[in-house]
């Protein structure tokens, strides 16, 4: 079946750690996204790519970062420098404007 | 800056009852918009995804309109059923990078 899949499910950072989330995707899809949500707001866009080796920010980029070395894969870094890191993170893919195919989410915690 | 209001954030109803969600946005210079359903600590899945030329998608039974000029989408849900319950999203694509969620309705349908 094809899909997104991302990876850990749960995740805990100590202060000052960065910590990588993994998104994969089988549905030969150009471009992959990733977004936060917290309680209460809506879906927010952190990073995107239309194609590999090429990625830009999207609204609340300060304190991430991406890379797109395989079509398949979108992996997210949150850094040390995002002070409010708490939240539910969702990779998507899509073809061009099409709709959006969604992972099941990551969820990270502050130890 | 593209803003967008679901109303009502919550919602009960009885087994088999229709029901319209709604939806608004402030900027009408849109590519698509797209709803989607959320289960508790899930991703998002797609529903219906409306391209910026069409009034309205249909699948099953639920059923999405757009009115570009008035900034409106609606999500008709016919016959509700307990499975029914979740969290219904709209979001607005103005382009790759110009993506506005809404903040959801959830949604209660008591058997």
């Known amino acids: 079946d094809g899909g997104i899949t991302q990876s850990p499910k749960y995740l805990f950072r100590k202060e000052g750690q960065n910590v990588t989330l993994s998104c994969e995707q089988n549905l030969n899809h150009d471009a992959m996204y990733w977004y936060r949500q917290d309680p209460g707001q809506g879906l927010r866009l952190i990073y995107y790519s239309q194609i590999v080796n090429d990625f830009q920010k999207g609204d609340i980029a300060e304190g991430y970062s991406v890379s797109r070395e395989k079509k398949e894969s979108f992996p997210l870094t949150v850094t040390s420098a995002q002070k409010n890191p708490t939240a539910f993170y969702l990779c998507?893919?899509?073809?061009?404007?099409?709709?959006?195919?969604f992972g099941d989410g990551t969820r990270l915690s502050i130890l | 800056k593209q803003e967008v209001t679901q109303i009502p954030a919550a919602l009960s109803v009885p087994e088999g009852e229709n029901l319209v969600l709604n939806c608004s946005f402030t900027?009408?210079?849109?590519?698509?918009l797209q709803w989607f359903r959320q289960d508790p600590g899930k991703g998002l899945t797609s529903l219906l995804l409306?391209?910026?030329?069409?009034r309205e998608q249909t699948s099953g039974r639920l059923n999405a309109s757009l009115d570009k000029s008035s900034g409106r989408s609606t999500l008709y849900i016919a016959a509700s059923q307990p499975g029914d319950s979740a969290t219904y999203l709209c979001a607005v694509f103005g382009g790759y990078q110009k993506v506005t969620f809404g903040t959801g309705t959830k949604l209660q349908v008591i058997p």
């Open positions: 998507a893919s899509s073809i061009m404007l099409q709709p959006q195919h």
């Open positions: 409306i391209q910026s030329s069409q």
């Open positions: 900027d009408s210079a849109i590519y698509n």
